[in-house]
């Protein structure tokens, strides 16, 4: 074996106070230090050749050789006491054969094998890790490890690491142990944000900070609209002022992506791009005054404009309407095709004209929306017209546009009331799941394919739902009870091995065994409707998964990106009635909260739950509870805050 250098340097470590995880990096070690192989082979610390710091490039010469690290676990834990190990790793295309992803992956704890990548049978497995040229975070749950009595006592020990190959050269980021800190079951809101201006932070809350949980957002942008073209990025310009969204897997433009991409954009204050894909989107895809179909959309085009499906397809009419508003709301109206809100109701009337019959009264291209059902429609078109899709109905849109539209409101509120009804016919009574497609009275789809299961739509149920409580919490529906039926179906399954696709009674179907980005966020999402702790679970999966890259990362990467911003508080209403940032309870009842040296000094209320947020991102920079009328505050940076007592907002402060 060989000696490690440098063993005096204390490793590089991240622990947040509230959260349930450890983190080893090499930040602090000098590029150059070398690390003990269990086997033949280097470990050595270089500059990241993918990103930003440094990280532990291994060159492998023999089977069962692994990096080792010195780990000293915070005070009080202990390696039985984990729920699991987490190892960020790049695996690159150059130098190594064509397979050398599908490798298995090891953990060593003092030198004793405690997990290899194994089969049900027990031997070998060589499962697929993930993308090569991309960061992929490898779990390894503590169920699966095999520690004797002994090893689960360890607090500091020596852990191997990686993958088992005779030659492999790869990289190692950091190594992240998670365990519980029995974090409390989350404070639902009374209301939703659109009455209180109060956006909750599941990030914060779980106790991640807000460097990182910006960091992410700051990476998304720059993966998806501003990285590495052939790899990374969805956003492409075309000429000066037009950019499309690429279905890089299918190399296409859809409505879906595009009306993505502008939500994206709106919500991140980004008018320049958001103008961009929006006039793409009005010059190629949308049909002309003209056309019978005249206001929809061609759902799919090629990259140079011309169009390659003939038929709109629901769900982008519907996110194109609602970023379009949110933009007359956020930026105000421009001239042209750049008057957002008179954009927004043009769809909206043509969504309801329909048939067009001074064009063609034998037109089978039918309303959006179902006036007899009251629901979306999967296509306006012929029979495609007599089905729904369950992750089209989105509830929150349609209630604001109840308030918003220049006409139709009474309607529009009487599609939300219908979507919130079908939730539960939708759901399977056992695990919750819902189908692809499904009829009108909630059942299952069985024609046009193979939609009646729980398939790749379906992943946006959970994150409508969700939307729709945290944005309103609406009465009569009962949102929690129904996403915690499908976290306790994804538990059941293990919460990083989950497969993408199920039939709706929980089986296994075409052979699926992915744990899919885009699913693991949007169940991300729906912890803004669960009440108990298992949602803390699936926020901690989904902040160790690595943002997709690669021949998939439209798909997973646009629902990845939205439901950060849902999970991180920065998915937001922008419009007329809704309160924006903080909502005030006023002045006659609130309390007095005034900065001092000793902290907040709170009057008029000496004990409670409070929240501190950063108004420049609207991010929690701390919670807890308070007594004595002081509230801790001294060591915040500076910048402008609002606290928030007992749920109810209280007053803004600048330190």
Known sequence: MKKIVGLAITLAMTFAAHAAKFTVDFNSYPTGSTFEMTGEGTAAVQANPAGTGNVLAVKCAAYNSVPVIPVTLPEGITLGACTGISVKTYIPASGNEQYANY????????????????????????????????????????????????????????????????????????????????????????????????????????????????????????????????????YYESGDDMAYILDVNNNDVRTEGMSYGMMLCVQLDRKAEFDKLWKWAKTYMQYPATDERRGYFSWQCNTDGSKKGGTPASDGEEYFIMTLMFASGRWGDGEGIYNYSHEANYILEMCHEKPAKDINPYSSYTQLFDPTEMQVVFVPYASAAKFTDPSYHLPAFYELWSRWADNNKDFYAGLAAKSREMWAKFAHPDTGLMPDYAEFSGAPHTGDGDHSGFLYDAWRCIMNMAMDFAWFRPTGVDYTGLVQRQYDFFLSKGITSYHSIYTLDGKDKNGNTDHSPGLVACNAAGALACGTRDAWKFVENFFDTAIPTGRYRYYDG????????????????????????????????????????????????????YRIIALSSGIDVRRGTFDGGIIPATDLPHGAYAIILNDTFTSKFIK
Not at 140 to 164: I, V
Not at 574 to 601: C, N
């Open 558 to 609: 646009c629902l990845y990106f939205l439901n950060w911003l849902n999970c991180a508080g920065r998915y937001r209403i922008y419009g007329k009635g809704a309160s924006s940032g903080i909502a005030d309870i006023g002045a006659e009842s609130r309390p007095e909260v005034r900065l001092t040296a000793d902290g907040l000094q709170v009057s008029g209320l000496t004990a409670g739950r």
């Open 103 to 234: 490798k298995q992956f090891q953990l060593y704890a003092d030198g004793a094998l405690i997990f290899k990548n194994t089969k049900s049978d027990g031997s070998d497995e060589y499962p697929n890790q993930g993308s090569k040229d991309s960061w992929i975070g490898i779990y390894t749950a503590a169920d699966r490890l095999t520690l004797t009595d002994a090893q689960k006592e360890l607090h500091s020990f020596s852990l191997g690491a990686g993958l088992n190959d005779n030659k492999i050269i790869y990289y190692i980021a950091e190594i992240s142990f998670s365990y519980d800190l029995s974090l409390d079951p989350p404070v639902l809101p009374e209301r939703g944000a659109f009455y209180t201006g109060v956006y909750r932070n599941l990030f914060a809350e779980a106790g991640y900070t807000e460097q990182q949980i910006q960091q992410r957002i700051d990476d998304l942008w720059s993966t998806y609209f501003e990285g590495n073209k052939d790899t990374e990025r969805i």
